[in-house]
C-alpha cells in the first residue's frame, strides 16, 4: 500500500491550526529572545574588549608583544578543541594558509593599528572613530561593483561621519597621530572585510579564519618583536 501525499490545501490546513500556530510563535518568539541576549553579550563584550585593551596599553606599552602572546594564546586553546574534536575545521595546511594570507595580514595591522592608536585616544574618541568601518567598506564596494546602497542606508552613513566630525571638534585631548593610526585601523578592518567577501572566504567558519589567523601571524609578529627590540 502506497501512502498519499499532503496536497498544499491540507498543509495550508495544518498550518492554519491552533497547535501549529502556538509552535510558530513560540519558536519566533524564543529567536527573538536569543538574539536580543546575543546582541546585548556583544555589545558588553566589545565594550569590556576596549576598556581592558586601553588599561593594557597603559600598563603594558609594548604593543608588539602583546599581539603575539594574543595569537599564542588563539592557538593555544583553538588546537586543542580541534584536536579533540570540539571545532571541525580541518587540519593545518599550507595551501589554505596561503590563500588567507593576505587576510591574515589585514587582520594583524588591524589589530595593531588599533591598539597603538588606543593607547594615546581617550576610549569614547576610539569607538567614534572605529564606527567609520562601515562607511569605508559601504564606499569601497559602491565603487568597485558601481552600485550605491539605498538612500536610508547612505543617509545613516552620513550622520555616522557627521557625528565623528562633531565629535573630533570636541575633542578636548585632540591627537593627530592617535587619529592617524585609528583612521588606518579603520582602513585595514575595511580591507579585511572586503577580502574575505572577495575572496570567497565567506565559507570558512569563524573558527578556522581566526585559526589561521593566529598561525599565519604569530612568525610575521615574532619578526617585528626582534626588529623594534621590544624584548630588550
Given at each position: 500500500?502506497t501512502a498519499?501525499?499532503?496536497?498544499?490545501?491540507?498543509?495550508?490546513?495544518?498550518?492554519r491550526?491552533p497547535g501549529?500556530?502556538?509552535?510558530?510563535?513560540?519558536?519566533?518568539a524564543?529567536?527573538?529572545?536569543?538574539?536580543?541576549?546575543?546582541?546585548?553579550?556583544?555589545g558588553?563584550v566589545a565594550?569590556?574588549?576596549?576598556?581592558?585593551n586601553k588599561?593594557?596599553?597603559s600598563?603594558?606599552?609594548?604593543?608588539?608583544i602583546?599581539?603575539t602572546?594574543?595569537?599564542?594564546?588563539?592557538?593555544?586553546?583553538?588546537?586543542?578543541?580541534?584536536?579533540a574534536g570540539?571545532?571541525?575545521?580541518?587540519?593545518?595546511s599550507?595551501?589554505?594558509?596561503?590563500?588567507?594570507?593576505?587576510?591574515?595580514?589585514?587582520?594583524?595591522?588591524?589589530t595593531g593599528?588599533?591598539?597603538?592608536?588606543?593607547?594615546?585616544?581617550?576610549?569614547?574618541?576610539?569607538?567614534?572613530?572605529?564606527?567609520?568601518?562601515?562607511?569605508?567598506v559601504?564606499?569601497?564596494?559602491?565603487?568597485l561593483?558601481?552600485?550605491?546602497?539605498?538612500?536610508?542606508?547612505?543617509?545613516?552613513?552620513?550622520?555616522?561621519?557627521?557625528?565623528?566630525?562633531i565629535a573630533?571638534?570636541?575633542?578636548?585631548?585632540?591627537?593627530l597621530?592617535?587619529?592617524?593610526?585609528?583612521?588606518?585601523?579603520?582602513?585595514?578592518?575595511?580591507?579585511?572585510?572586503?577580502?574575505?567577501?572577495?575572496?570567497?572566504?565567506?565559507?570558512?567558519s569563524?573558527?578556522?579564519?581566526?585559526?589561521?589567523?593566529?598561525v599565519?601571524?604569530?612568525?610575521?609578529?615574532?619578526?617585528?618583536?626582534?626588529?623594534?627590540?621590544?624584548?630588550?
Amino acid at each position: 500500500m502506497t501512502a498519499h501525499p499532503i496536497s498544499h490545501g491540507a498543509e495550508e490546513a495544518m498550518a492554519r491550526t491552533p497547535g501549529h500556530n502556538k509552535l510558530s510563535t513560540d519558536a519566533l518568539a524564543r529567536a527573538r529572545y536569543v538574539g536580543m541576549v546575543s546582541a546585548l553579550l556583544y555589545g558588553a563584550v566589545a565594550v569590556s574588549m576596549v576598556f581592558i585593551n586601553k588599561h593594557t596599553m597603559s600598563v603594558f606599552p609594548l604593543t608588539n608583544i602583546v599581539m603575539t602572546l594574543q595569537m599564542a594564546a588563539t592557538w593555544a586553546i583553538l588546537q586543542p578543541l580541534q584536536e579533540a574534536g570540539y571545532l571541525t575545521f580541518p587540519r593545518f595546511s599550507l595551501a589554505r594558509a596561503r590563500q588567507l594570507f593576505g587576510i591574515t595580514l589585514l587582520y594583524t595591522a588591524n589589530t595593531g593599528l588599533a591598539l597603538v592608536g588606543l593607547k594615546t585616544l581617550n576610549v569614547p574618541m576610539y569607538n567614534v572613530l572605529k564606527r567609520l568601518t562601515p562607511m569605508l567598506v559601504l564606499v569601497a564596494k559602491a565603487l568597485l561593483r558601481r552600485h550605491w546602497p539605498s538612500r536610508p542606508v547612505l543617509g545613516a552613513v552620513v550622520m555616522v561621519v557627521a557625528g565623528c566630525i562633531i565629535a573630533g571638534i570636541g575633542d578636548l585631548t585632540f591627537d593627530l597621530a592617535g587619529y592617524a593610526y585609528a583612521l588606518a585601523s579603520c582602513a585595514a578592518q575595511g580591507g579585511y572585510l572586503l577580502l574575505v567577501e572577495f575572496q570567497g572566504a565567506g565559507g570558512i567558519s569563524s573558527s578556522e579564519l581566526l585559526y589561521y589567523n593566529a598561525v599565519c601571524s604569530l612568525p610575521v609578529l615574532a619578526l617585528v618583536v626582534v626588529v623594534t627590540g621590544e624584548l630588550a
